[in-house]
């Protein structure tokens, strides 16, 4: 995750085109809400802030937390507007790019949001996606054709819709008007906006056909491929060596010894996701006579092993792992734990302990042994 960048997700709105009898926002497709869709896409990007109706922050929680345990939900307003204002008033002092996205556009890829903030980080200018608009289109009059536009100077516009922080805040702040979107309140500010290349699956779920297309867009994904991988690694304690497990410093607690680290969590982490892309395993891609990896820290066999898989052409669904140990407990950093894991593989990861009951080399405290099961899917 990148820490300067904040992703503010608008959710609040009523989806009367839609006419689903909820807000939008907790409208289902493909076995989950619409906030969900949008939220699992956007994890990882950068710090979440969903704006939830104001009557549904509760309801809005329940979804996001389990996804991202330290996203913010605020209420928001009564337009599209004063519901991003809403979401700009609670950004951390350290955010530099905001990118501006609608849940409604659910199924955007997470490399459009990606690519929105390195253009906002180059250019420093607005950044919008665009697509070309294919219909010929008409200047009308009711139902009388007054004109055809020239349609190659024309672009139909999604979200995320990025900016540098300061200058957004100051053009809402000033804003005197109602706009359909944020470029256009930035625009009307002095900002400069650019387009970058839009996604047809970021299209906005507006009416109940746009829905169905989401549920069918959505079977097609996971029709393409799913595969699942599993790993597991085991170290000794060895109480001259520190404790890292899961990426993260234990200080006070008996360590692990090993070639690397001895973190013996995010190598089994490693295990299942190069098992999920059909790519071996850590011993095959990171030799215990490789120099680069001795003594290293689980974070940089985790960053390799997702830049492994993400070249195989796979994106990380979520990572499930297991402590098998009768130490440390987990319980008081197990959320930080999952958050550092989640930042590093990009996708969520949870985080689960149990001990052998006495039983074998972990009940005896020889050592720990850890299980870990990825999802990936092309
Ligand atoms: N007061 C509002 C209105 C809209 N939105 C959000 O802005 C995005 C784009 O709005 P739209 O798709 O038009 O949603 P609705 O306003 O809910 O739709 P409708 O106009 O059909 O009621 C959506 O993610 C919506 O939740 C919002 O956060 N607050
Ligand atoms: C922001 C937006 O999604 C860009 O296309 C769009 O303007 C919002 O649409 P709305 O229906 O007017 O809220």
Known sequence: MTPHVAVLIVAAGSGTRLGAGVPKAFARFAGATVLEHAVRGAFGVGRLVVVAPPESIDEARAIVEPIDPEAVVVGGGASRQASVAAGLAVLEPGIRIVLVHDAARALTPRQQLEAVASAVAETG????PAL?????????????????????????????????????????????????????????????????????????????????????????????????????????????????????????????????????????????????????????????DDPRFAGAHGDVFIRETVALVQGAGFEVGNVAVQLIANGPRLGARRVELEAHLSSLVGAPVSVSATTSDGLGFTGKGEGVAVIATALVTA
Do not use: N
């Not at 200018?125 to 919008?128: D, T, W, Y």
């Not at 829905?211 to 996971?222: N, S």
């Open 125 to 128: 200018a607005g950044v919008i």
């Open 132 to 288: 070309p608009v294919s219909d010929t289109i008409k200047l009308v009059d009711g139902q009388t054709v007054l004109d055809t536009v020239d349609r190659s100077r024309l672009a139909a516009v999604q979200t995320p819709q990025g900016f540098p922080r300061e200058p957004l805040d100051r053009a809402y702040a000033g804003a005197t008007a109602e706009y359909t979107d944020d470029a256009a309140l930035f625009a009307a500010a002095g900002g400069i906006v650019v387009t970058v290349e839009g996604s047809p699956l970021a299209f906005k779920i507006t009416t109940a056909a746009d829905l169905a297309r989401a549920e069918q867009e959505a079977g097609d994904a996971v029709g393409a491929t799913i595969r699942t991988g599993v790993g597991m690694d085991v170290h000794a304690y060895d109480a001259a060596e520190p404790l890292w497990l899961g990426g993260l410093y234990w200080p006070d607690e008996v360590g692990l010894s090993g070639h690397s680290d001895g973190d013996a969590m995010s190598h089994a982490i490693c295990d299942a996701l190069l098992s999920a892309a059909g790519l071996g395993d850590i011993g095959g891609k990171f030799g215990t």
